[in-house]
């Protein structure tokens, strides 16, 4: 079971990602997306003959988040006095849309308010990888990392900005390579307090000009 997915989703998970054994044949998974390559080309011409592994893997990667654990992740904490906001702007990241498994990617502004201890600040961008290496939707995806950061750290406040493009928009349907998604979630004081939320936005401005 897929640590904060439903049973459905986790068993899709592991089979996207070949944990389990009825699934983990290599061979199996390359045939199937051979029947899809088929469709649309030639999977046996000069070019696409490997393509079928090479998209198994790179999709077991990029969906790795699956089997990371947050509370993992974020259990390397210090005690640090510190009654001021703590910001980690600009993270980079790509996902995956699940609609159309196409990429979507920008940046995530993670920032929090502790109220006794502090997170490791490497841990706050696995973070982001751990939610964004799956198949997602930009609101899941900022509401997960903001859940995450309120549940395993103690904290006042939590605010959590996205930016991203996606390729979902951009190269097939509407097709407006230019649109920028952004999102954001708040939780604690970032909720209460206009002042506060103005200082978090205001702290996360240098990286996204």
Not at 72 to 101: W, Y
């Given at each position: 079971?897929?640590?904060?997915?439903?049973?459905?989703?986790?068993?899709?998970?592991?089979?996207?990602?070949?944990?389990?054994?009825?699934?983990?044949?290599?061979?199996?998974?390359?045939?199937?997306?051979?029947?899809?390559?088929?469709?649309?080309?030639?999977?046996?011409?000069?070019?696409?003959?490997?393509?079928?592994?090479?998209?198994?893997?790179?999709?077991?990667?990029?969906?790795?988040?699956?089997?990371?654990?947050?509370?993992?992740?974020?259990?390397?904490?210090?005690?640090?006095?510190?009654?001021?906001?703590?910001?980690?702007?600009?993270?980079?990241?790509?996902?995956?849309?699940?609609?159309?498994?196409?990429?979507?990617?920008?940046?995530?502004?993670?920032?929090?308010?502790?109220?006794?201890?502090?997170?490791?600040?490497?841990?706050?961008?696995?973070?982001?990888?751990?939610?964004?290496?799956?198949?997602q939707v930009q609101e899941r995806l900022t509401e997960q990392i903001a859940?995450?950061?309120?549940?395993?750290?103690?904290?006042?406040?939590?605010?959590?900005?996205?930016?991203?493009?996606?390729?979902?928009?951009?190269?097939?349907?509407?097709?407006?390579?230019?649109?920028?998604?952004?999102?954001?979630?708040?939780?604690?004081?970032?909720?209460?307090?206009?002042?506060?939320?103005?200082?978090?936005l205001e702290l996360c401005k240098p990286v996204r000009q």
């Amino acid at each position: 079971m897929v640590p904060g997915l439903s049973k459905d989703e986790s068993n899709l998970a592991d089979f996207v990602t070949g944990t389990q054994g009825r699934v983990s044949d290599q061979v199996a998974l390359e045939d199937a997306f051979r029947l899809i390559l088929k469709g649309v080309d030639d999977p046996s011409r000069p070019g696409l003959e490997d393509t079928p592994a090479r998209y198994i893997k790179a999709l077991r990667e990029m969906t790795s988040g699956n089997h990371q654990d947050p509370a993992e992740i974020l259990s390397r904490q210090f005690d640090v006095k510190c009654a001021n906001m703590v910001v980690v702007a600009g993270i980079p990241f790509t996902s995956l849309c699940e609609h159309h498994v196409l990429p979507f990617g920008g940046t995530a502004d993670v920032g929090y308010i502790p109220a006794d201890k502090v997170v490791g600040l490497s841990k706050i961008a696995r973070l982001v990888d751990c939610y964004s290496r799956r198949l997602q939707v930009q609101e899941r995806l900022t509401e997960q990392i903001a859940d995450s950061m309120e549940k395993h750290i103690n904290t006042i406040a939590v605010g959590v900005v996205i930016r991203a493009s996606h390729s979902c928009m951009s190269c097939r349907g509407v097709r407006k390579p230019d649109a920028t998604m952004v999102t954001s979630a708040m939780r604690g004081t970032l909720l209460e307090s206009q002042a506060a939320r103005s200082e978090f936005l205001e702290l996360c401005k240098p990286v996204r000009q």
